[in-house]
Nanobody
């Protein structure tokens, strides 16, 4: 059974950094683009960024593109989301998702598998 497990969330102050990890199991990992989404209380899930299956292409949402880097280690079946200069409005549950495609999907319904999410809280 395919599983995606996020880790690395926590509480930080404004301006701090966090690195989230997404580790997959029972998946031909190198065939899947991995995306990150987030959902704040009372809001819809929104796209954060994504990385192609081989790691050659990344795409980030405009609101975070200067503050995040997504990378992957296919040997470890893991994708990383490095977030810097965090703001209180970044507070949300962050999810990773996998899509069996060579492109870089940016919408919710393009993804096949989802993790359970990890909480990120940024205090002012």
């Amino acid at each position: 059974q395919v599983q995606l497990v996020e880790s690395g969330g926590g509480s930080v102050q404004t301006g701090g950094s966090l690195r989230l990890s997404c580790t997959a199991s029972d998946l031909t990992f190198g065939n899947y683009a991995i995306g990150w989404f987030r959902q704040a209380p009372g809001k819809e899930r929104e796209f954060v960024g994504t990385i192609s299956s081989r790691g050659s292409t990344t795409y980030y949402t405009d609101s975070m593109k200067d503050r995040i880097i997504i990378s992957r280690d296919n040997a470890k079946h893991t994708v990383y989301l490095q977030m810097n200069s965090l703001k209180p409005e970044d507070t949300a549950v962050y999810f990773c998702a996998a899509a069996n495609t060579i492109v870089v999907p940016t919408t919710f319904n393009e993804y096949d598998y989802w993790g359970q999410g990890t909480q990120v809280t940024v205090s002012s």
